[in-house]
């Protein structure tokens, strides 16, 4: 089985300042898809990057970036220019193709921007 | 609005009494999946369709726990004889084809007393 382990329950960091919060996992295989959700208070979860496991690139997706280390199975975030909106529960997510497609996630960051 | 809908999005019931929920999915996407999130963790697995066919439970879907999809399309979650473990939010995803992102609802947030 998969697991995912948010290690980081609770974080905050200053308006425009950067975060990176910590995502590790454990697998055996060696084809999957990596993901960070946001859920804001109250609303629904979005997507906010995505990483697939055979690709050495690091994804980034604006202010929004990943740091992929395969062999130590690690997937942190990092949020630089941190912004009020961003201040959400932060989910992160592993996916195993071709098995149905179920996520599995950690237990969440709480991320607060402080102004 | 053409995101994931799910109705309702608050249920209170006592413990014993059956419930129902529904989701709506993305009008394309073929694939639906329910989740479940308690406080403090994230989603768990419940259950997926591949259009009308449910392919995958987990063990977490008790023999109380059933779920649908009639069509294809909306997708229903019934749960029997509610118990108050079962105070959860509910939560539905739908995403195209194997590699698609999951799409996610606002959730139901389910209440036994």
């Known amino acids: 089985a998969q697991t995912v382990t948010q290690s980081q329950p609770e974080m905050s960091v200053q308006e425009a300042e950067t975060v990176t919060l910590s995502c590790t996992y454990d697998?055996?295989?060696?084809?999957?898809?990596l993901f960070w959700y946001k859920q804001p208070p109250s609303r629904q979860m979005i997507l906010v990057i995505r990483?697939?496991?055979?690709?050495?690139q690091n994804a980034t997706e604006n202010r929004f970036s990943v740091n992929f280390q395969k062999a130590a199975k690690s997937f942190s975030l990092k949020i630089s220019d941190s912004q009020l909106g961003d201040t959400a529960m932060y989910f992160c997510?592993?996916?195993?193709?071709?098995?149905?497609?179920?996520?599995?996630f950690g237990t969440g960051t709480s991320l607060t921007v402080i102004p | 609005d053409t995101g994931v809908s799910q109705d309702p999005r608050h249920k209170i019931t006592k413990r014993g009494q059956n419930v129902t929920f529904r989701c709506d999915p993305i009008s394309e996407h073929n694939r639906l999946y329910w989740y479940r999130q308690t406080l403090g963790q994230g989603p768990e697995f419940l259950t997926y369709?591949?259009?009308?066919?449910?392919?995958?439970k987990s063990r977490l879907l008790s023999d109380r726990f059933s779920a649908e999809r009639p069509k294809g399309s909306f997708s229903t979650l019934e749960i029997q004889r509610t118990e108050q473990g079962d105070s959860a939010m509910y939560l539905c995803a739908s995403s195209l084809g194997t590699l698609g992102e999951q799409f996610f609802g606002p959730g139901t947030r389910l209440t036994v007393l």
């Open positions: 997510a592993f996916m195993k193709p071709n098995t149905g497609n179920q996520f599995y």
């Open positions: 990483q697939e496991a055979y690709k050495q």
């Open positions: 697998t055996s295989e060696s084809n999957y898809y």
């Open positions: 369709f591949q259009n009308e066919a449910q392919l995958e």
